[in-house]
Structure formats: structure tokens, C-alpha cells
């Protein structure tokens, strides 16, 4: 069973930086696209950000200029650092991966973790 884990939420000033991880573990033969979404309370879930198996990556505009995806299978598949956070960044960030399993490529998601900035 494949399972994403989530790491690096917090409490953070507004101005200030985190960085996210995702963690992978189970039966997994290979990872395709990586990406990261976020869900504030009220709201609907949105993407954030997506690095692909090629190395491309794709920000939404929101976030443009101050977050960085980034790959590193051999560590944590996935980082998501957080520059000049705003109050409008709170929200549960989740992971979400393409894996190529023994049997076949799902879509998983990691439970979240909670990122909060204050003003």
C-alpha cells in the first residue's frame, strides 16, 4: 500500500518562509508528476504546484515568484519551499503523486498538513 506523508506546516508571520515535504513509502516503482495543492476552510481545493517526471515545473500565479517545487527521489519526493507567505496562504496543504505501482499508476494524496500565517 502506498502511503504520502506530509511534513513542515506551521504557525509562521506573515513575510516569513516554510518548506513542506512529502515522504512516499510502499510499493513503488516509480513516480511521476508531483504536485501540490491547498485548501483553505470555506474553499474548494486548488493546485498550487506541479514538477513533472521530465523536470518541468508549473506554479499557479498566486504563488509565482515566491514558492519552489522541487524533486528529489531519493530523499523526499517532493519539497514545496514557501517565501513571503501571506495571511492568504493559510491553508492544509496536500501532496498528491502519480505512482507506477506493481500492478498500475493511481493518484494519491497525503492527509495534509496545516500551514497557518498571521498578519
Known amino acids: 500500500q502506498v502511503q504520502l506523508v506530509e511534513s513542515g506546516g506551521g504557525l509562521v508571520q506573515a513575510g516569513g518562509s516554510l518548506t513542506l515535504s512529502c515522504a512516499a513509502s510502499g510499493s513503488i516503482l516509480g513516480i511521476n508528476d508531483l504536485s501540490w495543492y491547498r485548501q483553505a476552510p470555506g474553499k474548494q481545493r486548488e493546485w498550487v504546484a506541479t514538477?513533472?517526471?521530465?523536470?518541468?515545473?508549473m506554479y499557479a500565479n498566486f504563488v509565482k515568484g515566491r514558492f519552489t517545487i522541487s524533486r528529489d527521489l531519493a530523499k523526499s519526493p517532493v519539497s514545496l519551499q514557501m517565501n513571503s507567505l501571506k495571511p492568504e496562504d493559510t491553508a492544509v496543504y496536500y501532496c498528491?503523486?502519480?505512482?507506477?505501482?506493481?500492478?498500475?499508476?493511481?493518484?494519491?494524496w497525503g492527509q495534509g498538513t496545516q500551514v497557518t500565517v498571521s498578519s
Open positions: 498528491n503523486a502519480q505512482i507506477r505501482g506493481t500492478l498500475a499508476t493511481r493518484n494519491y
Open positions: 514538477t513533472t517526471i521530465g523536470g518541468s515545473t
